[in-house]
């Protein structure tokens, strides 16, 4: 083997070494994570994940229900 190749392969495995020890770094979580019980009591809470705007948007009824303008928007779209 000549001493070039020897060079390239040297510095290959030791960019490999480099990135694999840089892929093992442990670095700490940003949050704590949830516990258990606390998944269970937000799961519990809310179980269809649906939330609510902080500002409700405008709507042509002012925030009033009615049953027959839904209806009619149901039957005549």
């Known amino acids: 083997m000549t001493k070039s ?15 694999l020890l840089a892929g ?17 009591d937000r799961a519990l809470a809310d179980p269809m994940n649906y939330q609510v705007p902080a500002t409700p948007g405008p709507s042509s009824d002012n925030g009033n229900h009615n049953l027959k303008s839904d209806l009619n928007d149901v039957i005549n779209p």
Not at 5 to 19: M, Q, T, W
Not at 28 to 36: D, G, K, L, N, R
């Open 5 to 19: 190749k020897a060079v390239i392969i040297r510095h290959g495995f030791g960019l490999l070494s480099i990135c």
């Open 24 to 40: 093992c770094s442990n670095s700490a979580p940003t949050t704590q994570p949830e516990s258990i019980s606390q998944r269970q």
